[in-house]
Structure formats: C-alpha cells, structure tokens
C-alpha cells in the first residue's frame, strides 16, 4: 500500500492541546532531579577504602553485606548468613561460601557499578521471600 500526501498544514492549537492529554494520558509533565548521592550512600554502606560494609535492605528484612573494590570495574558482593528462603530460590547456585557463614555472590553480568550491584542482590532477595 502506498500513501501519498497531498498536503499539510499545522493542526490548531486546540487540536494540539487536546491530543498532547490524550497521549500523555492527562498528567502534566513533571521534571525528575537526578539523585545527588548514589544509591549506596543513601543506604547507610560504609566505605573504608576499597571495602564497603552495609545492608541489603528488602521489605523482608535487611540483610548483612559486604563490597570489595578489587580493580577497576571489577567489584565483589557478599551477603552474611542468608536466610532459608533465600536458600531456597533458584538462584541460590550463585551464592559461594567463603567460610564464617559469609557467601560470594556471582552475577552473569558484572553490575557497572556498586549501587546497581546492591540493587541487584536486594531484587534477589526479594524474589527469594515471594518465592
């Protein structure tokens, strides 16, 4: 099928009005600020030099966490003594002991950095609770 234009012209400015609510669904445009601290900060993690101490915070509990800063993009995560439930949760091969209940955690894909790290383990810790 082909279509072709036989002319143009600029719909009027209630037309325009109208349609702009209709696709934005009616909500004004709002501006979002970008966080100013990273997500770990706002946490309450602790950096002393390459290591940072924290907790993973769910809905279910916060949990005990490690960070270490090893070389340039390359970070480890551990979580203290997990629970039952996240034992259970399918993910659970991902988590390696390294001995006095604390565990690595391996991801697939290296978080780019910390913050999006804890937040992946958090949503692995959630999934574990809904199960």
Request: glycine content about 8%.
């Amino acid at each position: 099928m082909q279509i072709r234009v036989l002319s143009t012209r600029q719909a009027s400015s209630a037309i325009r009005e109208l349609f702009s609510r209709v696709v934005r669904d009616r909500a004004p445009v709002q501006s979002v600020e970008r966080r100013k601290l990273p997500y770990w900060q706002e946490r309450g993690w602790q950096r002393n030099g390459r290591i940072l101490t924290g907790s993973y915070q769910t809905r279910y509990g916060s949990f005990q966490g490690s960070i270490e800063e090893r070389s340039a993009g390359h970070i480890d995560f551990f979580l203290y003594s997990p629970s039952r439930e996240i034992r259970k949760h399918s993910h659970w091969v991902c988590f390696q002991h390294r001995g006095n209940d604390w565990y690595f955690v391996h991801m697939g894909r290296t978080p780019k950095d910390i913050s999006s790290g804890i937040l992946t383990i958090e949503r692995l810790i959630t999934e574990g609770y809904e199960g």
